[in-house]
């Protein structure tokens, strides 16, 4: 049998009181700092926190690896997507003309860009790969105008976290940090390998942000809601998927 | 025999720390309570990786080699299993379930408490010389002779010599040694290249290995060589005498020690 010495428990009970409160103090920190995702609950949220705050530490500013243009995938896959609406039918029917993007939230100036007006502002591109969840992945270039120009049109406030966007599709909507939101790469992507951006690949403008997986990069956009508060929006956790134990952080 | 020269009894190992409690015969655990903690650790996370990393997996059973690959590219090779996504050929006429969501998180945070636990045991490991004293093989370990006849012996189901319980053999040491320095590794370096953010601050992660379908591909198969080992791990237990055995991963202490004291 072991005898538990006096010393040794008042060693660990000096350790034990010393790793909890240095807990209490990482978490602190991590919140004011911005290291904490929105879906940080639950049994998995130990997880998540810990790749988002690693990742935000790490690679605030890094940026996806870029190809050349002879790595373009000659074919790439548009996964599946729900039947169109009535509404898009419309709008493809008539050649996105009057598709508007309308940007509000803690903004300056609310403002409502036609994809004409989108494609007026300086446009970027990159030939990058779009990596699927699943497993799959594809490489090509993507034109469109940066998140952080349209961003800076509309005087974002000083206060705001995070930037929502939303689909035309029903129930599809996500946001983004402003780390995502003013990266170079993260783009209002309105073009594709040298043509205008296919339906399928989520035509007339699609969220691309080279550094999340797939899902993140919602097809459709047709609003943008600059935030504090992302309790605002469904179940607090950020993004539509996430109410379906995806998460709401997908650079992994 | 040969093999003998390693398997010396670790008798004075613990004799600073025990030496107040009047007992200087008592022997050292056979495994450290932190070797046996992080033993556990790591086999809860290994399923857990397991389980969900299949449940990924059958999302898109294809294998590429090279950067990119989708339903529209020739694979390398395709798992024999049925899909969770429609459109993905298979030959089976029905789609399983989507499992992904859980599946990524468990997969993730599974792998951070496995890769801190392993940090740890290496960490001890070489601060405790466990890995030089318990896991370097010696020079008459090394002998192709002695090596071989730690291969035939479980073969003809011959279990280990008594004093096997107390260290491990030549050929137990270059596996485990392998398992951790080699195969652990790997699996932890070509699962990160799959991580986008990752990749984008440490590229050569992903290009060292031949572009992110080699990554994943490299992932499946460093994962299947560990659940070989798995495998052959609890067969040899098993040899050996399975509740002696695991008892001595849980409790430190042999199943042999009673009769010596």
Redesign the interface.
Known sequence: MT?VSRRKLIATGLAASAGASGLAVAARLAQKYGLVPPDHGG??G???T??YAS?RL??RH????E?SAS?I?P???P??LDPPTEEFKRHQAAGFVDWRLSVGGMVAQPTSFSIADLKGCPSRSHIT?L?????????AEWIGVPLSHVLSLVGVLPQARYIFYLSMEPNTWDSIDMADALHPQTLLCYAMNGNELPVPHGGPLRMRL????GYKNKKFITRLTVTDNVKAFGKGLGCI?AE????WYA?? | MATFGSAQLPAEASAPSQASTAQPTKLAPRHSALVRVTHWITTLCFFALLLSGSEIVISHPRFYWGETGTVLTKPLFQLPVPSSRKLVPTGYGYVLPDQNGWSRALHFEAAWIAVLTGLLFVISGLVTRHFRKDLVPSKADLSWRALLTHVSKPLRFEPPSAAEAFSYNGLQRLTYLFVIFILFPLVIWSGLALSLGFASAFPWCVTLLGGRQSARTIHLFVSLALVLFLFVHVAMVCLAGFWSRTAAMITGRTGGRKEHT
């Open positions: 005898t049994i998995y130990l997880g998540e810990l790749t990742q790490l690679t890094s940026l996806a690896r190809f790595q995938s074919r790439p896959f996964n599946e790969e990596a699927c969840e699943e497993g799959w992945s594809y490489i080279p550094r999340q997986v998927d379906y134990g995806y998460a650079g992994i």
